[in-house]
């Protein structure tokens, strides 16, 4: 997923008024410290669902290829894993284990 835009969240965050580019900036501190968990907590305190849809697309795509390389995005869930980043021996294995 390549982001829409070549802005990142810190320079999103430092042009959205507050609360949430407060928001995006303390996810963007806690996201370079390893703390996804801390990050997603954030987010999800944060997160205004009423939001222009560009911008929502244009946080989403940003924080969801700053995750991919480290094989992790932004669910429902929190920062995760998910089964798209599985090797065929991981996603087999949880297969056989499920039956």
């Given at each position: 997923m390549r982001p829409t835009t070549n802005?990142?969240?810190r320079e999103i965050a430092n042009a959205t008024a507050p609360p949430l580019g407060t928001?995006?900036?303390r996810f963007v501190d806690e996201y370079q410290k390893g703390d996804y968990e801390a990050g997603f907590r954030i987010l999800l305190t944060?997160?205004?669902y009423r939001m222009p849809e560009p911008l929502?697309?244009?946080i989403a795509s940003i924080v969801n290829t700053s995750l991919a390389p480290k094989e992790l995005e932004l669910t429902g869930h929190g920062i995760l894993r998910s089964f798209?980043?599985?090797s065929p021996a991981e996603k087999?294995?949880?297969l056989t284990?499920?039956?």
């Open positions: 802005r990142s969240l928001i995006i900036g944060g997160w205004d929502y697309q244009e798209r980043f599985w087999s294995a949880y284990a499920a039956t």
